[in-house]
């Protein structure tokens, strides 16, 4: 049997003074942190709109000119036109159809916006639609979405030239975590426009997380069932995010986001 990595759920004072931390309807959590970097350029949210729920992460690129104005307006793009767009019944197609519209939508932003200081910006971005059991996911980049119930059931696919080695049995998953080339990525808004859409069915118990690369380019994907097994038996997804979230911050070195939502 695996030892058990998480023991309890630490509380921090001075991590709390610094971070974005939101529950909303009891069905999810969210939290960023800037970790040891000066300035956190990931973004999340997640809101209700009808009979479906809009959860978001995005990772401003690092390296880049102003990535923490890239993910907000990505950010902010998607839920404010969703909000406008969506209405309930509409169809799993209609949904992805405009999903990948609101991305196009952001990335048209993004690219409008990057003048200046702000030449070049881009930013990934992870979203999932959720209605009732049925899960529509979108994702440009290498932030992902996790489903998780006693086991990881489903992980997007990062959309890097390290996950094309993974892919080509070039090299494990271990080792792409420590790869030189693990910061870049294929596509990105802003830069290079490309989405992959996935359909997924939830069932009672299952836990979808999604996060930028400061949680799960530092935490073994081993460890993720343990985190969501333990968290709901002290509570809920919030205690799931904060284990998530704690565990993360002893080594990261990237900005920290996860959302965490419930099936129950």
């Known amino acids: 049997m695996m030892n058990m990595p998480f023991r309890h759920i630490k509380k921090n004072k001075r991590r709390l003074q610094d971070l974005n931390s939101k529950i909303r309807d009891g069905r999810f959590?969210?939290?960023t942190h800037k970790g040891i970097r000066k300035q956190n350029e990931d973004c999340w949210a997640g809101i209700r709109v009808a009979d479906a729920y809009l959860l978001a992460v995005a990772d401003g690129l690092g390296g880049r000119a102003a990535g923490e104005v890239a993910s907000k307006i990505a950010v902010d793009t998607l839920t404010d036109l969703f909000s406008a767009g969506y209405s309930e019944g509409m169809s799993q197609e209609e949904v992805k159809d405009l999903l990948i519209s609101l991305y196009k939508k952001a990335h048209k932003t993004i690219i409008k916006n990057a003048t200046g200081d702000r030449s070049g910006m881009g930013t990934t971005l992870i979203s999932t639609v959720i209605t009732g059991d049925?899960?529509?996911?979108?994702?440009?980049g290498d932030s992902r979405a996790y489903i998780v119930n006693g086991a990881i059931k489903f992980r997007t696919r990062d959309q890097s030239p390290v996950q094309v080695l993974v892919d080509n049995g070039l090299i494990t998953e271990d080792e792409a975590k420590k790869h030189p080339l693990r910061y870049l990525v294929e596509n990105a808004l802003g830069l290079s426009f490309n989405v992959d859409i996935y359909e997924q069915t939830l069932v009672s118990g299952d836990l979808l997380i999604l996060s930028s690369d400061g949680m799960?380019?530092?935490?073994?994907?081993?460890?993720?069932?343990?985190?969501?097994?333990?968290?709901?038996?002290?509570?809920?997804?919030?205690?799931?995010?904060s284990i998530l979230f704690e565990k993360s911050l002893e080594t990261s070195t990237d900005n920290v986001t996860i959302v965490v939502y419930s099936n129950e």
């Open 216 to 241: 799960h380019d530092y935490i073994s994907e081993d460890l993720l069932p343990d985190a969501v097994r333990i968290g709901m038996a002290v509570g809920d997804c919030a205690d799931v995010g």
């Open 29 to 31: 959590f969210g939290i």
């Open 134 to 140: 049925s899960v529509i996911i979108a994702n440009t």
